[in-house]
């Protein structure tokens, strides 16, 4: 009998799992495109950034991610603030909001990734814990090695 090939397994998972996480936040229930949706948790994430640094985050020009934050603005899920140590720069701040939106999103896949871990075994949910906290050691890993290098 053929062993499955580790890598295509892990990919077909991911695609599924990509596919469950879509399916919680469809656009039609958000009022924010994924695209927003990436922008804003990416400014989460990154608390100092300015509109040059999320284009090099989204690999596009500062033109597409200043007109990408006018849109965000305008629905009054980010603010531009004067950065303190130098009123030239200006940072991008999601709001309450938008943290709040974030909240909702986090929620809606943990239920969607939930529903599908309770069709599981038990002990097929451990096995998985322990293989997805080791793939993920392994992962950073990899990135530590390839930064210091």
């Known amino acids: 009998m053929?062993?499955?090939?580790?890598?295509?397994?892990?990919?077909?998972?991911?695609?599924?799992?990509?596919a469950v996480l879509d399916s919680a936040v469809s656009p039609h229930r958000l009022s924010v495109s994924p695209t927003q949706l990436r922008v804003l948790?990416?400014?989460?994430?990154?608390?100092?950034?300015n509109v040059?640094?999320?284009?090099e985050l989204l690999d596009v020009v500062p033109s597409s991610a200043s007109r990408l934050c006018d849109r965000l603005e305008a629905i009054g899920l980010l603010r531009r603030v004067a950065d303190p140590r130098d009123?030239?720069?200006v940072r991008?701040?999601?709001?309450?909001?938008?943290?709040?939106l974030l909240g909702e999103v986090r929620s809606?896949?943990?239920?969607?990734?939930?529903?599908?871990?309770?069709?599981?075994?038990?002990?097929?949910?451990?096995?998985?814990?322990?293989?997805?906290?080791?793939?993920?050691?392994?992962?950073?890993?990899?990135?530590?090695s390839a930064r210091t290098a």
């Open 41 to 49: 948790s990416l400014l989460c994430s990154r608390p100092a950034t």
């Open 52 to 55: 040059n640094g999320l284009a």
């Open 87 to 89: 009123r030239r720069e």
């Open 108 to 144: 809606r896949r943990h239920e969607a990734v939930r529903a599908v871990l309770d069709r599981m075994p038990a002990r097929m949910q451990q096995e998985l814990l322990r293989a997805l906290v080791a793939f993920g050691q392994a992962a950073e890993a990899a990135d530590t």
């Open 2 to 18: 053929e062993r499955p090939d580790l890598a295509a397994a892990v990919d077909g998972a991911a695609e599924a799992l990509v």
């Open 92 to 100: 991008l701040v999601p709001t309450t909001a938008a943290q709040a």
